[in-house]
């Protein structure tokens, strides 16, 4: 340990310890590409899930385990996709699709937050990723993109033809926790799911005026 009490360990060392939970700080707002870039020495040479909080995706199976099943399937890099609107494009990176099979899609492109008359689909990634270690090698020298951040989808963009890329939609409802009533709207969803909660609510919300 150091005088101020930070471990002089390499993280390489944390990642080898099954269980650990590590905390890396993105030190500047640079985008989702370059927070997922600062994690590059505990992904190491493995594949990786990454896994955005604000997006709160409830199924059974879990999202992530329905990813997984799909990963096992394709392999390569697995994107979580859903439909939206055309008019919230420009909210989302979006799929250029190639051909289907059943809820998995290939992946033939990928667009940051195009405009609604400019977007390939309306086939939307939200906030679940399974991608492979090459990613962290282009984010090494990534640009920015849209909004003047380092994108992920950029990065990823950049593996397309290398290696194996796949949409797949989940059997699950999402939950935009970014938002102010999406974040209350997911809790009370989710506490109505729960046998020792949702008397108390129901009954909360039925004496609302």
Known sequence: MTGRGKSTAPLDSA???????????????LGLGHAVWCARHIVGDEPFAVLLPDDLMWGRPGCLKQMVDAYEKVGGNVICVQNVTRDKTSSYGIVAPGTSDGTLTEVKGLVEKPRPEEAPSTLAIVGRYILQPEVM????????????????????????????????????????CGDKAGFVTANIALALDREDVAPAVRAFLAGLR
């Not at 990642?15 to 030190?27: K, W």
């Not at 920015?144 to 059997?171: C, K, N, W, Y």
């Open 15 to 29: 990642r080898a310890l099954p269980g650990s939970i590590v905390s890396i700080r993105q030190q500047e707002p």
């Open 137 to 176: 090698r282009v984010l090494d020298h990534q640009d920015r993109g849209a909004g003047g951040e380092i994108q992920l989808t950029d990065a990823m963009a950049a593996l397309i033809g290398s290696q194996p890329f796949h949409g797949v939609e989940v059997d699950a409802v999402r939950y935009d």
